[in-house]
């Protein structure tokens, strides 16, 4: 069984509808991985700072090891964390994935985010002065960057991208360096539908990925004031005219995009429906409607790296 894909420059395929996996805990997120793969998912994303990439591993392993799957068919993503950024620490870090993943590729390698962090010890992962402060580290992510070619040059990552990255910052990586992303994953979801960015991507090639498309309503920072887009009347309107869930309304409204979309959940039921979203199509009207939920609704504003020099989501950015 394969799901529908698109074509990165780097001539792979990457699985349209993929696994999150942040805050998936250690005892869930093995059996998602497992569920996930039974179900059709050849796609998981994960990153080094999830820090459950061992249990991620073994649900590969296990599924690989059933004859379930062969590797050659799952795309699997990892994420280079803030703390990482200095060239030289950029293949161990990469290394101490794959480890942990019980792979010697990878099939994505993603800057996390364009802000380095102090590397003190692979344990402060929030790196903090005496006064509480965060310890930024205000490496150039261009070097960061050059670091990551390295990597696919070795066959250690089939493809590089980058993750939380403005228009500026990609530009000057396609300016300044040889390899160019793959990919840019972001926050992308019906409250934020980021439309430039999008369109930024698709016109240089790089595929885009949307994060936290559900809105992500179990991140840790939620109040109960928030808007709950799960609960959209207008998308609750679409979903029951087309007996479908919403969850599954927000997936296909990405994937007529062309954006790769990486639903987390830890919950079989809801890992099963979110693959099955290529039986049915919104109508322009439809896709309309979706888009004009848009209220420019940011999540993940990164805010204790808000004081970084290389801070994405400032307005008129320059650095
Ligand atoms: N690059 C980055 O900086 C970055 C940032 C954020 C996220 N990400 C990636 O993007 C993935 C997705 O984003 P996210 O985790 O923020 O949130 P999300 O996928 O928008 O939402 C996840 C939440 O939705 C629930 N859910 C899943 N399917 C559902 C369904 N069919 N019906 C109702 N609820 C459903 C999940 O519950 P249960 O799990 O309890 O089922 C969970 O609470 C992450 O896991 C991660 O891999 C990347």
Known sequence: MSTPSIQLRT??????VGLGTWKSTKGQVQSAVECAIECGYRHIDGAW?????????????????ENKVKREDLFITSKLWN????????????????????????????????????????????????????????????QTW???????????????GISNF?????????KECSILPAVNQFEIHPYFTQNDLVNFCKSKGIVVT?????????????TPNDPVLLEDPGLVEIAKRLK???????????????????PKSVTSERI???????????????????????????????????GHKYYPYRQNYSE
């Open 11 to 16: 001539g792979y395929k990457m699985p349209l």
């Open 49 to 65: 700072i999830y820090q459950n990439e061992g249990e991620v591993g073994k649900g590969i392993a296990k599924m690989i090891k």
């Open 83 to 142: 703390i990482f950024h200095n060239p030289e620490l950029v293949r161990p870090a990469v290394m101490k994935s794959l480890e942990k993943l019980g792979l010697d590729y990878l099939d994505l390698y993603l800057i996390h985010n364009p802000c380095g962090e102090k590397y003190i010890s692979d344990e402060e992962q929030f790196p903090k002065g005496p006064d509480g402060a965060p310890l930024y580290d205000d490496v150039d992510y261009v």
């Open 146 to 160: 050059k670091a990551m070619e390295e990597l696919q040059k070795e066959g250690l990552v089939r493809s590089i």
């Open 166 to 174: 403005n228009q500026y910052q990609i530009d000057r990586i396609l």
């Open 210 to 222: 949307a994060f936290s498309q559900f809105g992500s309503p179990d991140r840790p920072w939620a």
């Open 244 to 262: 479908k869930t919403v969850a599954q309304i927000i997936l296909r409204y990405f994937i007529q995009r062309k954006v790769v979309v990486i």
């Open 272 to 306: 099963k429906s979110n693959i099955q979203v290529f039986d049915f199509e919104l109508s322009q009207k439809d896709m309309d409607a979706v888009s004009s939920a848009n209220r420019d609704y940011r999540i993940s504003t990164w805010i204790w790296i808000a």
